[in-house]
T-cell receptor, first 116, second 112 residues
Framework: EPEVTQTPSHQVTQMGQEVILRCVPI?????FYWYRQILGQKVEFLVS????????KSEIFDDQFSVERPDGSNFTLKIRSTKLEDSAMYFC??????????????FGPGTRLTVL | DAKTTQPPSMDCAEGRAANLPCNHS???????VYWYRQIHSQGPQYIIH???NNETNEMASLIITEDRKSSTLILPHATLRDTAVYYC?????????????FGQGTRLTINP
C-alpha cells in the first residue's frame, strides 16, 4: 500500500540554523500539507499546497517557513532560522484531488526536530 | 468546521468492543465526520469517515445518529495495539484544501 514517507526521522540543529524537512507524498496525490505537534500538545495545521502554490496557511506559518515541490515528487518544508520553540514533530500529509470515498489525507511518520 | 467534543480518556478490555463517542452538534449538511488515531508519537492514521450512513471497513465501524449531531467509532475486537489517541474531526469536503483541525481526542487504553 502506498505511503507518505519523510526524512530524516530525527533532525537536531542549533538555534538560528536553517533546516529542510523532506516528504515524498503518495504518487497520485495532488494536495500536500504540513502539520506540527509540539510535545504533549495538539496536532496543528501549518500549510496546504496545491498546484504549485500555497492554498492556505496558519498563523504559525510565518516568513521563517517556506514550502516547495522542487521536482514533482518531493515536498519540502524549510525553516530559515530555527528557534527553540520550533522543536516539534512535523508531519507531512497528502491526498488525491478527489476519491470515491471523500478527500482523505494520509500522513507520514513524521520528523522530530530538536532545536538546541 | 464544526467543533467536536470527545471524552478525554477511556479504557477497554482486550477482545471487547471499544465504543468511542463524539458530539458534533453544530455539524452542517456538507460536513463529513472523520476519525484518525495517533499511536504514541507516530503520524495520525486514517481510520474511517462518513457523511450520513453508517460505515464499516477492515479497521472499524462508524455509527452516525440520524440527526448527525453525534457519532460513535466502534473497534469490534480491541487489541493492545489499538491503544492510541483517537480524534473525531468534522470537515467540509467541498471547501478549499480542507485542512484537518485536531482537538485533544480520546486517549483509549486497551487493558490485557
Amino acid at each position: 500500500e502506498p505511503e507518505v514517507t519523510q526524512t530524516p526521522s530525527h533532525q537536531v540543529t542549533q538555534m538560528g540554523q536553517e533546516v529542510i524537512l523532506r516528504c515524498v507524498p503518495i504518487s497520485n496525490h495532488l494536495y500536500f500539507y504540513w502539520y506540527r505537534q509540539i510535545l504533549g500538545q495538539k496536532v496543528e495545521f501549518l500549510v496546504s499546497f496545491y498546484n504549485n502554490e500555497i492554498s492556505e496557511k496558519s498563523e504559525i506559518f510565518d516568513d521563517q517557513f517556506s514550502v516547495e515541490r522542487p521536482d514533482g515528487s518531493n515536498f519540502t518544508l524549510k525553516i530559515r532560522s530555527t528557534k527553540l520553540e520550533d522543536s516539534a514533530m512535523y508531519f507531512c500529509a497528502s491526498r488525491p484531488r478527489r476519491t470515491s470515498g471523500g478527500r482523505t489525507q494520509y500522513f507520514g511518520p513524521g520528523t522530530r526536530l530538536t532545536v538546541l | 468546521d464544526a467543533k467536536t467534543t470527545q471524552p478525554p480518556s477511556m479504557d477497554c478490555a482486550e477482545g471487547r468492543a471499544a465504543n468511542l463517542p463524539c458530539n458534533h452538534s453544530t455539524i452542517s449538511g456538507n460536513e463529513y465526520v472523520y476519525w484518525y488515531r495517533q499511536i504514541h508519537s507516530q503520524g495520525p492514521q486514517y481510520i474511517i469517515h462518513g457523511l450520513k450512513n453508517n460505515e464499516t471497513n477492515e479497521m472499524a465501524s462508524l455509527i452516525i445518529t440520524e440527526d448527525r449531531k453525534s457519532s460513535t467509532l466502534i473497534l469490534p475486537h480491541a487489541t493492545l495495539r489499538d491503544t492510541a489517541v483517537y480524534y473525531c474531526i468534522v470537515r467540509d469536503n467541498f471547501q478549499g484544501a480542507q485542512k484537518l483541525v485536531f482537538g485533544q481526542g480520546t486517549r483509549l487504553t486497551i487493558n490485557p
